[in-house]
């Protein structure tokens, strides 16, 4: 009678331990790693004045970049339609309307040897 449950006692032991081996719960005590989620800042709501005031002062600041870069030829806007088109899609990635790709797209479709000049007031509206 001792033999047989000392050999049930081993094989519910073997058993036992056979389940408890394909589990992914951790040891008591061994930290649990878990994906780190990025929290994106909360950007306080601006006025629609304090919106245009930033985005004159990113085009400012394009402005002083490109004046002091021999490198850039400038862009032909001498008409209040080129003018409304540039400011439109410069506005629109300053934004986070389009981003830097269609912004370089939409310059190129009007001036399409001007990928440098479109590359760099990109840079400087995304930096600011």
């Keep these: 009678m001792k033999r047989g449950t000392l050999w049930m006692a081993a094989l519910a032991t073997v058993t036992g331990l056979s389940f408890t081996a394909c589990t992914t719960v951790p040891m008591p005590g061994t930290p649990v790693q878990r994906p780190q989620v990025k929290k994106e800042p909360v950007k306080p709501q601006m006025s629609e004045e304090e919106k245009q005031a930033a985005y004159k002062d990113a085009m400012r600041?394009?402005?002083?970049?490109?004046?002091s870069d021999a490198s850039y030829k400038k862009l032909d806007l001498s008409t209040p339609e080129l003018k409304d088109w540039f400011t439109d899609i410069t506005y629109k990635l300053w934004d986070h309307q389009i981003n830097r790709s269609q912004f370089v797209a939409y310059g190129l479709e009007k001036y399409p040897d001007r990928a440098y000049e479109f590359q760099i007031i990109a840079d400087g509206l995304l930096s600011s």
């Design 61 to 67: 600041k394009v402005g002083m970049t490109i004046k």
